[in-house]
């Protein structure tokens, strides 16, 4: 089994600050990771994923994300904050093999300040 | 990329009346989809998982024969909400995963469908 800690629900930044979204996760066995952006009444939207190799990852919009297995994280960053930015982040992992169920954490909402 | 539809993207409709979601991989062959329900500010929450052409395996809690779920081919892959009430009202996501090595583990999700029952 798995399961995803998303350490808070809300989040706000100022325009052109750094972006720290905070994920952990539990697996029994080598995960995949994901991070997913969702816009007001829209779906969501892939911004990268871990599944092997490179424990760095860079994803669309300039995110990137860390895999650290010995701290079971896998946090989300963006040096610089735009407002198109804000929406809701998902973390969301699933036991490593391609074909198995996705659980996701609870979201965080990203506010952006001018 | 893999490009997932849902239709309609909104859909009211009167209480006691039956509602069908249709989720269209519109670019690769969906070996696998799946219904997850969203409630305002929570997290998406996985309803069911269906294969093409066998029967939809359904989460626990979740009423089976009320969320009718069909996945004839590996393009196409409905939803019937039976009998709608207001507690049904909701964001309803479907997503589409392809028996592909290359989209290994990565679902594609479509835009969603704003379901409200009156």
């Known amino acids: 089994a798995q399961s995803v800690t998303q350490l808070g629900s809300h989040v706000s930044v100022s325009e052109g600050a750094l972006v720290l979204l905070r994920c952990n996760y539990s697996?029994?066995?080598?995960?995949?990771l994901f991070w997913y952006v969702q816009y007001p009444n829209q779906g969501l939207q892939l911004l990268l994923k871990?599944?092997?190799?490179?424990?760095l990852v860079k994803g669309i919009n300039g995110f990137e994300a860390e895999f650290k297995k010995s701290e079971t994280s896998f946090h989300l960053t963006k040096p610089s904050a735009h407002m198109s930015d804000a929406a809701e982040y998902f973390c969301?992992?699933?036991?490593?093999?391609?074909?198995?169920?996705?659980?996701f954490g609870i979201g965080t909402k990203l506010q952006v300040i001018p | 990329g893999a490009v997932v539809s849902q239709h309609p993207s909104w859909v009211i409709c009167k209480s006691g009346t039956s509602v069908k979601i249709e989720c269209r991989s519109l670019?690769?062959?969906?070996?696998?989809m799946f219904w997850y329900r969203q409630f305002p500010k929570q997290s998406l929450m996985l309803m069911a998982t269906?294969?093409?052409?066998?029967?939809?395996?359904?989460e626990q809690g979740v009423e089976k024969d009320k969320f009718l779920i069909n996945h004839a081919s590996l393009t196409l892959s409905t939803l019937t909400v039976t009998s709608a009430h207001p507690e049904d009202s909701s964001f309803y996501i479907c997503?589409?995963?392809?028996?592909?090595?290359?989209?290994?583990?990565?679902?594609?999700f479509g835009p969603g469908t704003r379901l409200t029952v009156l």
């Open positions: 997503s589409a995963r392809g028996g592909a090595i290359i989209m290994a583990g990565e679902q594609f």
């Open positions: 697996s029994s066995v080598p995960p995949y």
């Open positions: 871990y599944t092997t190799g490179a424990t």
């Open positions: 969301a992992v699933s036991l490593s093999g391609g074909y198995q169920k996705v659980t």
């Open positions: 670019d690769f062959q969906a070996t696998t």
């Open positions: 269906s294969n093409e052409g066998s029967k939809a395996t359904y």
